[in-house]
Protein backbone atom coordinates (compact mmCIF):
# COMPACT_ATOMS: atom_id res chain seq x y z
CA UNK A 1 0.00 0.00 0.00
CA UNK A 2 1.55 3.37 -1.21
CA UNK A 3 -0.47 6.89 0.42
CA UNK A 4 0.38 9.93 -1.19
CA UNK A 5 -0.96 13.41 0.38
CA UNK A 6 -2.12 15.90 -2.54
CA UNK A 7 -3.61 18.20 0.02
CA UNK A 8 -3.22 18.10 4.22
CA UNK A 9 -4.78 21.14 6.10
CA UNK A 10 -5.38 21.28 10.06
CA UNK A 11 -9.16 19.65 9.84
CA UNK A 12 -9.15 18.29 6.33
CA UNK A 13 -7.44 15.79 3.94
CA UNK A 14 -7.01 13.89 1.08
CA UNK A 15 -5.66 11.67 0.03
CA UNK A 16 -4.69 8.89 -2.88
CA UNK A 17 -4.27 5.00 -1.49
CA UNK A 18 -2.35 2.41 -4.69
CA UNK A 19 -1.96 -0.79 -4.34
CA UNK A 20 -4.98 -1.90 -2.07
CA UNK A 21 -8.09 -3.21 -1.78
CA UNK A 22 -11.56 -1.99 -1.18
CA UNK A 23 -11.95 -3.39 1.79
CA UNK A 24 -8.91 -2.91 3.58
CA UNK A 25 -9.67 1.35 2.81
CA UNK A 26 -12.89 1.29 3.94
CA UNK A 27 -11.36 -0.36 6.96
CA UNK A 28 -9.66 2.78 7.42
CA UNK A 29 -12.70 4.69 6.46
CA UNK A 30 -14.44 3.14 9.43
CA UNK A 31 -11.78 3.44 12.04
CA UNK A 32 -11.93 6.77 11.34
CA UNK A 33 -15.26 7.17 12.39
CA UNK A 34 -15.55 4.71 15.23
CA UNK A 35 -12.40 4.32 17.01
CA UNK A 36 -10.54 7.58 16.91
CA UNK A 37 -10.96 9.07 20.62
CA UNK A 38 -12.04 12.44 21.55
CA UNK A 39 -13.02 14.53 24.51
CA UNK A 40 -16.86 15.51 24.73
CA UNK A 41 -18.98 16.50 27.49
CA UNK A 42 -21.17 13.60 29.04
CA UNK A 43 -22.33 14.84 32.15
CA UNK A 44 -23.86 18.67 32.91
CA UNK A 45 -25.13 19.50 36.43
CA UNK A 46 -27.46 22.81 36.44
CA UNK A 47 -27.90 24.87 39.22
CA UNK A 48 -31.06 24.58 40.65
CA UNK A 49 -33.02 27.56 42.41
CA UNK A 50 -32.70 31.28 42.32
CA UNK A 51 -29.79 33.04 41.16
CA UNK A 52 -28.39 36.30 42.34
CA UNK A 53 -26.13 38.72 40.61
CA UNK A 54 -23.74 39.88 43.57
CA UNK A 55 -23.23 42.87 41.17
CA UNK A 56 -26.72 44.29 41.09
CA UNK A 57 -28.58 42.66 44.04
CA UNK A 58 -31.03 41.11 40.90
CA UNK A 59 -32.51 37.68 41.34
CA UNK A 60 -32.72 35.41 38.53
CA UNK A 61 -34.94 32.54 37.44
CA UNK A 62 -32.11 28.99 37.23
CA UNK A 63 -34.59 28.61 33.84
CA UNK A 64 -34.12 28.81 29.80
CA UNK A 65 -36.38 28.37 26.77
CA UNK A 66 -35.01 24.56 26.67
CA UNK A 67 -35.33 21.90 28.33
CA UNK A 68 -32.03 21.07 30.38
CA UNK A 69 -31.53 17.63 28.29
CA UNK A 70 -31.60 19.66 25.09
CA UNK A 71 -29.06 21.82 26.44
CA UNK A 72 -27.12 19.37 27.97
CA UNK A 73 -27.06 17.88 24.44
CA UNK A 74 -25.88 21.09 22.78
CA UNK A 75 -23.15 20.92 25.33
CA UNK A 76 -22.22 17.24 24.40
CA UNK A 77 -21.72 18.07 20.83
CA UNK A 78 -18.78 21.21 20.90
CA UNK A 79 -15.72 20.90 19.76
CA UNK A 80 -13.34 20.17 22.38
CA UNK A 81 -9.20 20.15 21.42
CA UNK A 82 -8.41 16.90 22.56
CA UNK A 83 -4.16 15.82 23.73
CA UNK A 84 -4.41 12.42 23.61
CA UNK A 85 -1.10 11.94 24.98
CA UNK A 86 -2.49 13.72 28.51
CA UNK A 87 -6.01 11.97 28.67
CA UNK A 88 -6.99 8.13 28.81
CA UNK A 89 -10.21 6.71 29.28
CA UNK A 90 -12.00 6.20 32.89
CA UNK A 91 -11.45 2.67 32.37
CA UNK A 92 -8.21 2.81 32.02
CA UNK A 93 -7.37 5.76 34.35
CA UNK A 94 -5.27 5.03 37.50
CA UNK A 95 -8.12 6.51 39.36
CA UNK A 96 -9.84 3.62 38.47
CA UNK A 97 -12.85 5.79 37.42
CA UNK A 98 -13.08 8.32 40.26
CA UNK A 99 -12.61 11.34 37.78
CA UNK A 100 -8.88 12.99 37.76
CA UNK A 101 -7.18 15.70 35.43
CA UNK A 102 -5.89 12.63 33.15
CA UNK A 103 -9.24 11.44 32.62
CA UNK A 104 -11.70 14.21 32.85
CA UNK A 105 -12.35 17.93 32.14
CA UNK A 106 -14.60 20.31 34.05
CA UNK A 107 -16.31 23.32 32.00
CA UNK A 108 -18.62 26.52 33.47
CA UNK A 109 -20.91 28.01 32.26
CA UNK A 110 -22.39 31.22 34.38
CA UNK A 111 -24.70 33.68 32.27
CA UNK A 112 -27.75 35.91 32.93
CA UNK A 113 -30.12 37.18 30.33
CA UNK A 114 -31.72 38.33 28.46
CA UNK A 115 -28.48 37.50 26.18
CA UNK A 116 -27.61 34.28 23.87
CA UNK A 117 -25.47 32.00 25.70
CA UNK A 118 -22.53 30.91 23.03
CA UNK A 119 -20.06 28.03 23.04
CA UNK A 120 -17.49 30.86 24.14
CA UNK A 121 -19.56 31.05 27.61
CA UNK A 122 -17.99 27.07 28.22
CA UNK A 123 -14.99 27.91 30.11
CA UNK A 124 -12.70 25.33 31.33
CA UNK A 125 -11.63 25.48 34.54
CA UNK A 126 -7.83 25.35 35.31
CA UNK A 127 -6.20 24.33 31.43
CA UNK A 128 -7.10 27.01 28.65
CA UNK A 129 -6.20 25.02 26.10
CA UNK A 130 -9.25 22.94 26.63
CA UNK A 131 -11.32 26.08 25.49
CA UNK A 132 -13.93 25.23 22.84
CA UNK A 133 -12.43 25.48 19.36
CA UNK A 134 -15.59 27.19 17.80
CA UNK A 135 -16.60 30.32 20.07
CA UNK A 136 -19.71 31.51 18.26
CA UNK A 137 -21.87 27.83 18.26
CA UNK A 138 -25.29 29.14 20.00
CA UNK A 139 -26.30 27.35 22.83
CA UNK A 140 -29.64 28.38 24.60
CA UNK A 141 -31.16 32.00 24.55
CA UNK A 142 -31.85 33.30 27.57
CA UNK A 143 -34.72 35.31 28.43
CA UNK A 144 -35.24 38.62 31.15
CA UNK A 145 -34.83 37.21 34.58
CA UNK A 146 -33.29 33.79 33.57
CA UNK A 147 -29.78 32.51 33.64
CA UNK A 148 -27.67 29.99 32.93
CA UNK A 149 -25.11 28.00 35.91
CA UNK A 150 -24.09 24.33 35.01
CA UNK A 151 -20.90 22.52 35.32
CA UNK A 152 -20.28 20.28 32.76
CA UNK A 153 -17.76 17.21 33.03
CA UNK A 154 -15.85 16.19 29.05
CA UNK A 155 -14.60 12.24 28.82
CA UNK A 156 -12.76 10.38 26.17
CA UNK A 157 -14.73 8.06 24.15
CA UNK A 158 -14.96 7.51 20.40
CA UNK A 159 -17.53 7.18 17.75
CA UNK A 160 -18.71 3.87 18.00
CA UNK A 161 -19.93 5.14 22.24
CA UNK A 162 -21.87 8.19 20.51
CA UNK A 163 -21.81 10.12 17.63
CA UNK A 164 -20.74 13.42 19.76
CA UNK A 165 -17.29 11.26 20.26
CA UNK A 166 -16.73 11.01 16.21
CA UNK A 167 -13.48 13.12 15.40
CA UNK A 168 -13.91 12.56 11.73
CA UNK A 169 -16.72 14.15 9.47
CA UNK A 170 -17.44 13.52 5.56
CA UNK A 171 -15.35 10.38 5.39
CA UNK A 172 -15.42 8.99 1.57
CA UNK A 173 -13.77 6.68 -0.64
CA UNK A 174 -13.66 6.07 -4.39
CA UNK A 175 -11.49 4.00 -6.72
CA UNK A 176 -9.18 6.86 -9.01
CA UNK A 177 -11.35 7.42 -12.26
CA UNK A 178 -9.78 8.60 -14.95
CA UNK A 179 -11.55 10.35 -18.20
CA UNK A 180 -11.15 8.69 -21.66
CA UNK A 181 -12.64 10.89 -25.15
CA UNK A 182 -12.45 8.54 -28.35
CA UNK A 183 -15.21 10.18 -30.88
CA UNK A 184 -16.79 7.40 -32.80
CA UNK A 185 -18.67 7.64 -36.03
CA UNK A 186 -21.72 9.21 -35.79
CA UNK A 187 -21.45 11.44 -32.61
CA UNK A 188 -22.02 14.65 -33.73
CA UNK A 189 -20.77 18.54 -32.38
CA UNK A 190 -24.31 18.89 -31.33
CA UNK A 191 -24.48 15.55 -29.12
CA UNK A 192 -20.91 16.45 -27.73
CA UNK A 193 -21.90 20.36 -26.78
CA UNK A 194 -25.26 18.77 -24.82
CA UNK A 195 -23.09 15.91 -22.83
CA UNK A 196 -20.98 19.22 -21.81
CA UNK A 197 -23.96 21.24 -21.02
CA UNK A 198 -25.56 18.44 -18.89
CA UNK A 199 -22.08 16.97 -17.24
CA UNK A 200 -22.19 17.64 -13.17
CA UNK A 201 -21.24 21.52 -12.93
CA UNK A 202 -20.53 21.94 -16.54
CA UNK A 203 -17.05 20.37 -15.96
CA UNK A 204 -16.79 19.18 -19.41
CA UNK A 205 -16.19 21.79 -22.10
CA UNK A 206 -16.73 20.84 -26.24
CA UNK A 207 -13.84 22.84 -28.42
CA UNK A 208 -12.65 21.91 -31.55
CA UNK A 209 -14.71 19.16 -31.77
CA UNK A 210 -14.01 17.18 -28.51
CA UNK A 211 -14.53 17.31 -25.21
CA UNK A 212 -12.17 18.31 -22.42
CA UNK A 213 -12.40 17.77 -18.81
CA UNK A 214 -9.95 20.84 -17.09
CA UNK A 215 -9.71 19.06 -13.51
CA UNK A 216 -8.59 15.52 -13.62
CA UNK A 217 -9.66 14.89 -10.13
CA UNK A 218 -13.23 15.52 -11.07
CA UNK A 219 -13.59 12.11 -13.56
CA UNK A 220 -15.53 10.63 -10.83
CA UNK A 221 -18.15 13.06 -11.29
CA UNK A 222 -18.57 12.46 -15.08
CA UNK A 223 -20.04 8.31 -14.61
CA UNK A 224 -23.69 9.75 -15.64
CA UNK A 225 -21.94 11.42 -18.75
CA UNK A 226 -21.09 8.20 -20.11
CA UNK A 227 -25.03 7.42 -21.34
CA UNK A 228 -25.63 10.96 -22.15
CA UNK A 229 -23.38 9.84 -25.34
CA UNK A 230 -25.47 7.34 -27.31
CA UNK A 231 -22.63 6.58 -29.23
CA UNK A 232 -19.90 5.65 -26.32
CA UNK A 233 -17.46 8.10 -27.41
CA UNK A 234 -17.38 9.22 -23.59
CA UNK A 235 -15.70 6.75 -21.18
CA UNK A 236 -14.74 6.63 -17.02
CA UNK A 237 -12.61 4.44 -15.91
CA UNK A 238 -12.39 3.35 -12.50
CA UNK A 239 -9.01 1.96 -10.67
CA UNK A 240 -9.00 -1.53 -8.92
CA UNK A 241 -6.70 -0.88 -6.78
CA UNK A 242 -6.38 2.78 -6.63
CA UNK A 243 -8.69 5.29 -4.06
CA UNK A 244 -8.98 8.83 -3.28
CA UNK A 245 -9.91 9.54 0.41
CA UNK A 246 -10.82 12.38 1.57
CA UNK A 247 -12.06 12.85 5.37
CA UNK A 248 -13.02 16.01 7.79
CA UNK A 249 -12.39 16.89 11.01
CA UNK A 250 -14.23 19.13 14.03
CA UNK A 251 -10.88 20.61 15.20
CA UNK A 252 -11.01 18.60 18.58
CA UNK A 253 -8.11 16.50 16.76
CA UNK A 254 -5.94 17.33 13.79
CA UNK A 255 -6.61 15.43 10.21
CA UNK A 256 -3.03 14.80 10.63
CA UNK A 257 -3.57 13.22 14.39
CA UNK A 258 -6.53 11.12 13.65
CA UNK A 259 -5.20 9.72 10.22
CA UNK A 260 -1.84 8.50 12.23
CA UNK A 261 -4.13 7.01 15.46
CA UNK A 262 -6.44 5.47 12.73
CA UNK A 263 -4.20 3.54 11.51
CA UNK A 264 -2.53 2.64 14.88
CA UNK A 265 -5.39 1.19 15.87
CA UNK A 266 -5.95 -0.46 13.16
CA UNK A 267 -2.45 -2.20 13.56
CA UNK A 268 -3.15 -3.00 17.06
CA UNK A 269 -6.29 -4.83 16.57
CA UNK A 270 -5.00 -6.87 13.86
CA UNK A 271 -2.25 -8.11 15.44
CA UNK A 272 -4.50 -8.87 18.73
CA UNK A 273 -6.59 -10.82 15.65
CA UNK A 274 -3.02 -12.38 14.30
CA UNK A 275 -2.49 -13.31 17.84
CA UNK A 276 -5.78 -14.96 18.54
CA UNK A 277 -5.74 -17.15 15.73
CA UNK A 278 -2.17 -18.64 16.66
CA UNK A 279 -3.21 -19.37 19.61
CA UNK A 280 -6.34 -22.23 18.15
CA UNK A 281 -5.09 -25.36 18.81
Known amino acids: ME ?22 VNAIRRALLADVPKLAIEEVEFHLGPIRDEATGKDYDSSTSMFDEAVALRLGLLPIPTDLGQFRRKSECTCNGAGCANCQAIFSIDKKGPCTVYSKDVVPLGDAN ?139 RFEELREAVQAIP
Open 3 to 24: ITIPELKPRRARLQIAGSTPSR
Open 130 to 268: LQILEPDIPIVQLGARQALLAYATAVLGAGRDHAKWQVAQAVGIAPKATFKFHRKPGCTDACLKRVALNSPGQILRFSAGKLTLEDPEQAIRLLPSQKECEHGSIEVELSPDTFDFRFETDGSLTAREAFRYALKDLKR
